[in-house]
């Protein structure tokens, strides 16, 4: 019994030991698939939780690298498609700021050379609403009333007395259905009169209106002593006791006065124009005189004075004399002539009967000088010898023949 009893608790030991070495052999297996099911698991949530720290880092390259299969990797596979959906979506965002700064720039640049453009701009310039508020101004119309740009912004039209006649036609323009309007305006800058040509288009459907004004006193200025000169040409034209004439290359008169149409015996420079067609047929008496004026201008000569016999209307012929000038064309050829005519015909009798005065002065004058060579000739001594010898032959013939 001792020794069965011995080999039966030898026994049960063994398989003691046995159950506890199966145990542990047991619990490390289970704890080494336990570390490889956890790492399994851990792994791919930790990549993913780097990979997601690193997008909210900035890092849009970031990927997850996941090799499994389970609903961990079809997150990892989401996350990794989502980053390509995100970088895509930066991308196109990246390019429309671009895309926008670019267009902010351009907007930027060409607002930059607008406002050159219209600070450029000789001329005032200003913006208005269709309540009559100033929008904005040039800088020349700012410098021009001494006052700052903004200082316009906001204030209504006519807010300066002095434009009254502007703020009217402005006024009138914004109520009227038109797209365009232009009118010269004066208005009264430090006690002087200036003039402005303004004009006004609208824009932006009819609701804002823009104001251009060009200042044109000097041409005002120019034109109203162009009109007093023209006035006073034309007085003088009329007017004067001498013939004026312009007439063609071609041999008419363009113009005449009355002083011109009256020397010639017509009732009216119109008249006169009108009956000429051919100065050289109808004018001159001598084909010299045409000849004479030609060549003289044709010789470079844009001056020139001339006497000759002309015809009157009635055929008459009566003497002229005339001052001409050639009035050139830019490239030297003869647009037309212009001169000065007087008639001097009774001169010309006068001039004639004493040349006849001189010319039998000129005979009175010899023959007296004959009578005083004659007178001095018989005073001579040797002309009183031979008036004794001739006086001695006269008697001595006449005894003879007694």
Do not use: C
């Not at 429309?96 to 720039?105: A, F, M, P």
């Not at 041999?251 to 420079?269: E, K, L, Q, T």
């Amino acid at each position: 019994m001792g020794k069965s009893q011995a080999w039966i608790s030898a026994m049960i030991t063994q398989k003691r030991l046995a159950a506890f070495v199966i145990t542990l052999i047991t619990l490390a297996v289970a704890t080494g698939w336990a570390y490889v099911s956890a790492n399994a698991i851990v792994k791919p949530i930790q990549a993913l939780a780097n990979s997601t720290r690193r997008v909210r880092e900035g890092n849009l390259d970031a990927q997850v690298r996941v090799e499994s299969f389970d609903e961990v990797g079809d997150l990892a596979e989401s996350f990794n498609a989502m980053l390509v959906q995100l970088r895509r979506s930066f991308q196109e965002l990246e390019q429309k700021n671009r895309s926008l700064e670019q267009i902010r720039d351009e907007l930027i640049e060409a607002n930059e050379q607008f406002e050159a453009v219209l600070n450029a701009v000789p001329g005032t310039i200003s913006w208005i609403n269709a309540e009559g508020i100033y929008k904005g101004v040039n800088r020349k119309l700012a410098e021009t009333l001494n006052l700052p740009p903004e200082a316009f912004i906001g204030r209504p039209l006519g807010f300066l007395r002095e434009d009254g006649e502007l703020a009217e036609f402005m006024h009138e323009f914004v109520n009227s259905p038109d797209l365009f309007a232009s009118r010269v305006i004066s208005v009264r800058r430090n006690g002087t009169i200036i003039f402005y040509l303004v004009a006004l288009q609208k824009y932006m459907k009819g609701t804002h209106t823009v104001s251009v004004g060009i200042d044109i006193t000097d041409r005002i200025r120019a034109e109203e002593a162009l009109r007093i000169a023209e006035e006073n040409y034309r007085s003088i034209f009329e007017n004067a006791l001498e013939g004026i004439f312009q007439a063609s290359a071609d041999s008419r008169f363009i113009r005449v006065n009355a002083a011109m149409a009256s020397i010639f015996g017509f009732d009216s420079p119109e008249q006169m124009v009108a009956s000429i067609s051919s100065i050289r047929d109808q004018v001159y008496v001598e084909e010299s005189t045409r000849d004479e004026i030609t060549n003289h201008f044709d010789s470079g000569n844009t001056t020139g004075h001339f006497e000759f016999k002309a015809y009157r209307r009635d055929r008459q012929i009566i003497w002229v004399e005339v001052d001409m000038r050639a009035v050139l064309n830019a490239d030297g050829s003869i647009a037309y002539y212009e001169g000065l005519v007087q008639d001097i015909t009774e001169r010309k009798y006068r001039e004639q009967a004493m040349q006849q005065q001189i010319e039998e002065l000129k005979v009175e004058i010899d023959h007296e000088k004959r009578r005083q060579q004659v007178a001095e000739i018989t005073e001579t001594e040797y002309f009183q010898q031979l008036r004794q010898q001739a006086s001695y032959l006269r008697k001595r013939s006449h005894r003879m023949t007694t």
